[in-house]
């Protein structure tokens, strides 16, 4: 376990993690293979702690967006399949093969290029996923020529093998569904042309919003991420989840300082806030650098089981909370989460930085330590300034 020497520190509830894997499961056709995406050290919840709950409680497959995501689960140990959602460089094709770890495919010259540079003396079987843009524009084929033509590069090709087909839907967190359902239908004509040739075998389009959703519609795998850490996928969607979600994700520091001002006293850079009273003001040692930005002026903290707004701007490092009262050094403030019975979700902080659920939690820097929690107990903390570096 490694330790942490600053009183700032995120909190992750793995039991959250589990019991929400084991709700969407549910919700899913048996036998449906849930892949959890674990991009992004898993939305900032720590990618390997997540990944070995998330396998616990029914999981068969895990994605990232890039290689060095998938090899540094596998540095620590995770051993199921890992799906690589972004781009490849090809001249990476004999590690993905050493590390088994499967690419994305989503252009023909990718493919042209694998088959020219490799036969199949010099590299492994590498599982492949054909990713098709059916309206994402993001990464994707879009003609049927263009599928049919890597199709065949790949069947000539036994070290490079087709294991799935997927989409990634566009707007399925909205509930007018027309444009989501242009993209199934999109889906559908492109799968038809390539199961009438090949036998593939894992077809995936659901994201979290289109796994709750349409649960009957998402063929044989789900690509869940969002929900998974217990977030809805977008606001209009809250009162529709066929199940609760559990929140997983919580930030705490602790006053550092606290002093009396007296009327008229300016705080923080700029001198933009002065007090109008005679006012306790707290100093929490978190600030921009770790995620919380400038933009977060205003919004209230927790503090004794009470709301505190944060006054003045917000600095690298540190920040200033207007006190309902006298507070000891040391008082735990939690600025995600719960104290007592009020909550501050990520949803909150989302809705004052204009922004979606998914950035929050994501933008907790990697300075912040993560501890975390599984039956109760804290089984691992993890101070990613103390990792040994990579080799
Ligand atoms: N599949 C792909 C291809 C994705 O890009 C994502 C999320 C998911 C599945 C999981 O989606 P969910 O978290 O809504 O369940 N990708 C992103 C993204 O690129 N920006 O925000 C979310």
Known sequence: MSSFHRDTWVEVDLDCIYENVRALQRHVTEGVVVITVVKANAYGHGDAQVAKV???????????????????????????????????????????????????????????????????????????????????????????????????????????????????????????????????????????????????????????????????????????????????????????????????????????HVKKLSIGESVSYGATYTTKEEEWVGTVPVGYADGWIRKLQGMDVLVDGKPAPIIGRICMDQFMVKLPYELPIGTKVTLIGKQGDKQISSNDVAAKLETINYEVPCMISYRVPRMFWRNKNIIEVRNYLQDKPVE
């Not at 620590?76 to 004999?94: C, E, H, K, N, Y």
């Not at 065949?152 to 090709?157: N, P, S, V």
């Not at 994201?207 to 209009?236: C, D, H, K, Q």
Request: proline share 5%; with cysteine.
């Open 54 to 256: 998330a396998l616990e409680a029914g999981a068969k497959y895990l994605a990232v967006s890039f290689l060095d995501e998938a090899m540094s689960l596998r540095k620590q140990g995770i051993t199921a399949p890992i799906l690589v959602l972004g781009a490849s460089r090809v001249s990476d094709l004999p590690l993905a093969a050493k590390e088994k770890i499967t690419l994305t495919v989503f252009q023909k010259e990718w493919v042209e290029e694998a088959v020219s540079a490799y036969d199949d003396a010099q590299l492994e079987t590498v599982n492949l996923h054909l990713k098709l843009d059916t309206g994402m524009g993001r990464i994707g084929v879009r003609t049927k020529e263009e599928v049919a033509h890597i199709m065949k590069l790949t069947e000539k090709a036994p070290h490079l093998q087709m294991e799935g087909v997927y989409t990634h839907f566009a707007t399925a967190d909205e509930l007018q569904s027309q444009y989501v359902e242009q993209q199934f239908k999109r889906f559908d004509v492109m799968l038809d042309e390539i199961t009438k040739h090949y036998n593939i075998p894992l077809v995936h389009c659901g994201n979290s919003a289109t796994t709750l959703r349409f649960p009957t519609r998402i063929f044989n795998a789900v690509r869940v991420g969002i929900a998974m850490y217990g977030l809805t996928p977008s606001p209009e969607m809250e009162p529709t989840l066929p199940f609760p979600l559990k929140e997983a994700f919580s930030l705490h520091t602790k006053l550092v």
